[in-house]
Antibody, heavy 120, light 111 residues
Framework: QITLKESGPTLVKPTQTLTLTCTFS??????????VGWIRQPPGKALEWLAL???????RYSPSLKSRLTITKDTSKNQVVLTMTNMDPVDTATYYC????????????WGQGTTVTVSS | QSALTQPASVSGSPGQSITISCTGT?????????VSWYQQHPGKAPKLMIY???NRPSGVPDRFSGSKSGNTASLTISGLQAEDEADYYC???????????FGTGTKVTVL
């Protein structure tokens, strides 16, 4: 059974850096085709792609947020970490991590999400 | 890249069929068979309902079906049930982004 769980601060101040960790089980990020992505959803708004990392360390980023994002993986710890710099109140959202077993074929298992508020 | 366009809301009575459209361009929906659909209940994480235009993951009822014509993909829910009331998002691979793009979302109401 594949599970993912997001963790990180619930409140960050403007200009600070956000670090979120996705801890997963039930699969290996060393297996060909597997990827873990981050998606966010501001309150009452649509889903938005942030970043995705594949088994071969191929990394993909949202073009509009690329300069602020870094995604890394620790295969031995079964974790994927997302950092987002220069946080702003508009970054207030629920942040999800999710699994894909085949590139481009959809995110088939999602974490429960973690809510991050950006406020001074 | 611009979000895919979905109707804000669609409604139907129990037992009826409804269809949600997802309109993109030849650079995303029209150019690739990599359209996915997600269901999201309030306060819950999205759930994959359809992948690669028309494939259902294990456990998804066959009341849910997907299709595509040109630059528009569609999700049809047949035999609408109360538990189908949720938000639905489409997603597509796009040549303008290495990540893909989501739709604007559709709220389905069961009358």
């Amino acid at each position: 059974q594949i599970t993912l769980k997001e963790s990180g601060p619930t409140l960050v101040k403007p200009t600070q850096t956000l670090t979120l960790t996705c801890t997963f089980s039930g699969f290996s990020l060393s297996t060909s085709g597997v990827g873990v992505g981050w998606i966010r959803q501001p309150p009452g708004k649509a889903l938005e792609w942030l970043a995705l990392i594949y088994w071969d360390d191929d990394k993909r980023y949202s073009p509009s947020l690329k300069s602020r994002l870094t995604i890394t993986k620790d295969t031995s710890k079964n974790q994927v970490v997302l950092t987002m710099t220069n946080m702003d109140p508009v970054d207030t959202a629920t942040y999800y991590c999710a699994h894909t077993g085949t590139p481009r074929s959809g995110m088939d298992v999602w974490g429960q999400g973690t809510t991050v508020t950006v406020s001074s | 890249q611009s979000a895919l366009t979905q109707p804000a809301s669609v409604s139907g009575s129990p037992g009826q069929s409804i269809t949600i459209s997802c309109t993109g361009t030849s650079s995303d929906v029209g150019g690739y068979n990599y359209v996915s659909w997600y269901q999201q209940h309030p306060g819950k994480a999205p759930k994959l309902m359809i992948y690669e235009v028309s494939n259902r993951p294990s456990g998804v009822p066959d009341r849910f079906s997907g299709s595509k014509s040109g630059n528009t993909a569609s999700l049809t829910i047949s035999g609408l049930q109360a538990e189908d009331e949720a938000d639905y998002y489409c997603s597509s691979y796009t040549s303008s982004s290495t990540l893909g793009v989501f739709g604007t979302g559709t709220k389905v109401t069961v009358l």
